[in-house]
């Protein structure tokens, strides 16, 4: 297996996950999935409706089942659900099979990113306190799973991912895979 044959996004909504990964992934010859897109495809809808049907229980359920498959794959760079690191279970996929990069973003951020999407868990009078309660309740664990974290509020996502390019080439993997 090559050094670089996995690699995996965690963070918050609206941290970059899929605009940086997609350029992460071309500077490392991965294939690029989204790990909310491959639910999408593998459901035929999209994830609001899946929430609105089966509730966020149910989407847990499909995240999981998805990340077990993905993580599998060799020469991707999967992009993650923000509480895709909610689940041990997920956790232990994404530390031992592959590199997992923290996207960081401060709640401005993500308000900003976020303000003209459909987020399920954004509904609501509050979303910058939904976003914080999230954040404060996840970072740990993003902390704790991560072997690279960078924080994406300045810069653009090309230089994001030329910095995490050069941070992969150049670090041994952390945890045996």
């Known amino acids: ?95 031992d099979r592959g590199q997992v990069v923290y996207l960081r973003a401060d709640v401005p951020t993500q308000i900003a990113r976020t303000r003209h999407s459909d987020r399920p868990l954004l509904r609501g009078d509050d979303p910058a306190g939904r976003l914080a309660a999230i954040l404060e309740a996840r970072a740990p664990i993003y902390e704790s799973l991560a072997d690279i974290s960078i924080d994406t509020g300045a810069g653009s996502p090309e230089r994001i991912a030329d910095q995490l390019a050069r941070q992969l080439q150049s670090t041994e993997p952390s945890h045996d895979r």
């Open 1 to 95: 297996m090559s050094r670089i044959d996995r690699v995996f996004l965690i963070g918050p909504m609206g941290a970059g996950k899929s605009t940086i990964g997609r350029r992460l992934a071309a500077r490392l010859a991965l294939s690029f999935i989204d790990l909310d897109a491959a639910i999408e495809a593998r459901t035929g809808v999209d994830i609001p409706r899946i929430f609105d049907i089966e509730g966020e229980s149910g989407f847990r359920r499909r995240e999981s089942e998805q990340l077990e498959t993905l993580t599998r794959q060799r020469r991707i760079l999967l992009a993650t659900g923000g509480g895709a690191v909610l689940d041990p279970a997920n956790q232990r996929c994404l530390r």
